[in-house]
């Protein structure tokens, strides 16, 4: 056995993304059983982390996606009971939570992210002003959600008003930002390290639920594409923003290009998808880092 004790993987939960995180939590567990690490899975929906540490658990993976487990509840619990966990803290996991706290740290670091206007449920919203204020197309996601979910492009006023109602269904607050017309890439980072860059390319209109976790035809390319010194800025950029909302250890930063050449800080991820499909794997592969290697390397990091 590896000396990091008895650890547990913290996976399923009750967020949207619960199925997602099912299947990240077993190709951890799988891979940590293979290095012989004495490791269980918990589903935080059937067994309360407060148990976690009279259970005899020494260290904690978080394989949760979403609200509870990506937002700083659980990385707060885990600090009141002592026990070590994976990746970032109580403060960056909740701000990165944030979509729109997230810009606003980004705006006051002067780091490039997409015009926006946030709503709040029960406030009059002049949809159509909004619409001439951001251009004709826009794009609208709950604050607070992953894996695309209650989010929508949109070219209307009526379309507007729709996609944010149904967001609402997701969250009190809602983001309405500018469409970023171009292409798609995202920086996984690594214990302070930017990993190779990652694009992104699908036939739908955006890289929506279906294109992440259904779709066959979702392209992925590694090397990117980019001339180095593109793929070295955007490294640095996502280093930067990932350290301005206080982030650390481990995760991934979403970023497009418009048309006019111009790279935009979508979001940050503090616990991205990890099956041997997601992104996070993908790019550290391409640095030479197998799926057992990464995830040993992410629980070696737990504090
Ligand atoms: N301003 C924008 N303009 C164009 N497309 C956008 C914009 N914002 C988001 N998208 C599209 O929507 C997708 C989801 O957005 P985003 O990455 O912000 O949310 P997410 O669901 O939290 O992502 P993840 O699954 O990575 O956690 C992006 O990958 C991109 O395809
Ligand atoms: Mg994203």
Redesign the pocket.
Known sequence: MINLGKVAIVYGGESAEREISLKSGKAIFTALSEQNVDVDLIDTKETSPLLLKQMGYQRVFIALHGRGGEDGVIQGVLESLGLPYTGSGVLGSALAMD?IRTKQVWQSCQLPT?KYVSVKKGQKIDFSQIMSQLGDVV?V?PAR?????G?SRVTDVKMLEEAVSNAFEFDESVLI????NGP?YTVSILNGQALPVIKMKTQRS??DYEA?YLSNSTEYACPCGLSDVDEIYIQKLALDAFEAVGADTWGRI?I?RDADGQFYL??A?TVPGMTEKSLVPMAAKANGLSFSELTMAILQAAK
Do not use: C
């Not at 930002?177 to 970023?180: D, K, N, P």
């Open positions: 979509k997409a794009f996601k959600e992953g894996s695309s979910i989010m930002e500018q469409w970023i798609e955006f890289y992440k979403d497009m979508l979001e991820n």
